[in-house]
Structure formats: C-alpha cells, structure tokens
C-alpha cells in the first residue's frame, strides 16, 4: 500500500444526497483492522438505493433485518444474500429514512496475502471486484451489521490516496427491479470494477 496512510473521514463531511455520496465515494478508501492486519482498498464501483425504490431493501419498511439501514448517514447495513454471500451497504439518508449505497468492488491496497486466503484465490484483479466477494475480501459479516463507517469502528471509511479517475454512470446491475435506473457509478477503466468490459467503459 502507499506508504501515505488514509484519513478517517467525518460524517460532517459526507453528502446528504444519496445519489451524491455513492459519486463521492469512487476513489475514497475501505479499511478493515483485522488485529495486527489491516485491509485496505479503493472503492471504484458504488450503487445508489433510494425511498420509493423497488430494488431497496427499505421498500416496504423497516425491519429487524433491515434495520440498520434506517440508521444515521455513514452506518455499515451488512445483509446475506443468496444463501452464500454478505453485501456492504452504507445508510445515506436522516435516521428513518431507509436509503443507502452498496460497496460494489475494491481496488486492493494492503492486505493482499490475507485476502486472497479469505477469497480463496490468487488473482488479485477478482478478489473484491463484485459486491459478494468485497465482503468476503474484507471479511465483512453479520458481526459488523450497524458499525459507525465514520467514527472509530474497525470498519471505516477513509479519505483517497490518489487523483480518482473519469467517473462512469450506468444502469444498476444484478438485480431485477428498476434496474434501468442510472444508479451505478464506477472509476472509468478500472480493471476492479464488476460486470463486462463495455459496463467498465
């Protein structure tokens, strides 16, 4: 990793738009202290989950399971899907409010070695490129569903270590519902971000 380290963002410093903090976060930096080893990588794909949106979890209201999604911008909504797999989401939106933004590939940075045992291969473009194996390159479970991103969790948000590239724009990818909707932002050319060459573009 470079040898400058990242700072820890502030909540004060985020967008209150969630269509804004999903852009603003492209380039910035996902830490995870696993004890004396620390991951870290640049976020450079992101999707946007908006009230009234069918593809959100928060459609139809708050949950146990969905709860921490309803919490305060900047607070991790960490959910298992597909039987297989967890996602990283951050809330977005005022207490209450439902939105948020999920974490769709990682450029890695330090801790490489540690996620490629967590991954279980050796290719380090695949280790977090897709929303399923970020959490898995992270080591991101249940046990970090609600942590404060923004404050002094183990799982943080931090500032970027270098200039962001072009920002792409597209529909959402891998779901369904409304998944027409121009959502999804990525770093422009990064062999990191998920999905076919021309949804890198």
Avoid: C
Avoid at 55 to 64: L, N
Avoid at 107 to 116: A, D, N, S, T, V
Avoid at 134 to 159: H, T, Y
Avoid at 161 to 176: A, C, N, Q
């Amino acid at each position: 990793m470079n040898k400058k380290q990242p700072r820890r963002l502030k909540r004060r410093e985020l967008p209150k738009a969630t269509i804004a903090l999903a852009r603003y976060l492209i380039g910035k930096t996902l830490v995870h202290k696993l004890g004396r080893v620390t991951l870290a990588g640049r976020i450079v794909e992101t999707e946007a989950y908006l009230v009234g949106d069918a593809a959100a979890h928060s459609f139809r209201g708050e949950t146990p399971r969905n709860r921490s999604l309803f919490l305060d911008r900047g607070h991790a909504y960490v959910y298992f899907i597909y039987g297989n797999h967890f996602m990283l989401n951050i809330s977005s939106g005022p207490h209450g409010t439902g939105e948020g933004v999920l974490l769709r590939a990682a450029e890695p940075l330090q801790g490489i070695e540690r996620m490629k045992l967590l991954r279980g291969v050796s290719n380090v473009r695949d280790l977090a490129r897709g929303p399923g194996r970020l959490a898995e390159a992270f080591a991101i479970d249940e046990k970090l569903d609600g942590v404060d991103l923004f404050g002094d969790s183990v799982l943080w948000i931090g500032s970027a270590l270098k200039p962001v590239g072009k920002i792409g724009v597209s529909v959402r990818i891998g779901i369904t519902k409304e998944a027409h909707r121009p959502l999804r932002f990525y770093e422009r050319g990064s062999v990191f971000v998920s999905g076919t060459k021309a949804l890198r573009g």
